[in-house]
Antibody
Framework: EVRLLESGGNLVQPGGSLRLSCAASGFTFSSYAMSWVRQAPGKGLQWISSISYTSSAIHYADSVKGRFTISRDNFKGTLSLQMNSLRAEDTAVYYCVKFYDYDFWSGFDQWGQGTQVTVSA | QSVLTQPPSASGTPGQRVTISCSGS????????VYWYQQLPGAAPKVVIFRNNKRPSGVPDRISGSKSGTSASLAISGLRSEDEADYYC???????????FGPGTKVTVL
């Protein structure tokens, strides 16, 4: 059974930093592209970032480019998101998401339960 | 503002058929696979249609997807109370080099 378990969400002040982690199990992590998707309170889904299975290709949404960094450790089966210079508008539930395949065109097939990030003074 | 366009809501009585549209462009829906995600209240999204019209195991055949040109649609026939959820279409966008979602459609069973 595929499992994606996010952690690291918390309350942080504007301008602060936070690191999210996602522990993956139940599949060969190193063979699949991964992504982070967030959902602000009462809003829709927003793609944040994706990373290829080898980490050779990485993409970010304009809203987080230069502030967030996605990374993965294929030996440990973990996906991470380093978030710096956090803003109130970054407040959301952050989902760790697995692609169907190694490429970005394959779409998402598994979602974690999400971790809450709240940016507030 | 979302790159993909969906109606904000759709509704029907039990047993009816509901259709949700998703409109995009040549750089996303027109050239790449469309996926549909169902989000029940308080839960994480889950895929109900992949690669335009394929159903994952466990998704009832009452749910179907189709695509033509730069538009796609999701149909739910034999509507049931358990179908009440938000539905999002999504696709990779080659111009943006990113994944794009529609704003979501709330399906209500009357």
């Amino acid at each position: 059974e595929v499992r994606l378990l996010e952690s690291g969400g918390n309350l942080v002040q504007p301008g602060g930093s936070l690191r999210l982690s996602c522990a993956a199990s139940g599949f060969t992590f190193s063979s699949y592209a991964m992504s982070w998707v967030r959902q602000a309170p009462g809003k829709g889904l927003q793609w944040i970032s994706s990373i290829s299975y080898t980490s050779s290709a990485i993409h970010y949404a304009d809203s987080v480019k230069g502030r967030f960094t996605i990374s993965r450790d294929n030996f440990k089966g973990t996906l991470s998101l380093q978030m710096n210079s956090l803003r109130a508008e970054d407040t959301a539930v952050y989902y760790c998401v697995k692609f169907y395949d190694y490429d970005f065109w394959s779409g998402f097939d598994q979602w974690g339960q999400g971790t809450q990030v709240t940016v507030s003074a | 503002q979302s790159v993909l366009t969906q109606p904000p809501s759709a509704s029907g009585t039990p047993g009816q058929r509901v259709t949700i549209s998703c409109s995009g462009s040549d750089s996303n829906v027109g050239i790449n696979y469309v996926y549909w995600y169902q989000q029940l209240p308080g839960a994480a999204p889950k895929v109900v249609i992949f690669r335009n019209n394929k159903r994952p195991s466990g998704v009832p055949d009452r749910i179907s997807g189709s695509k033509s040109g730069t538009s796609a649609s999701l149909a739910i026939s034999g509507l049931r109370s358990e179908d009440e959820a938000d539905y999002y279409c999504g696709a990779w966008d080659d111009n943006l080099s990113g994944y794009v979602f529609g704003p979501g459609t709330k399906v209500t069973v009357l």
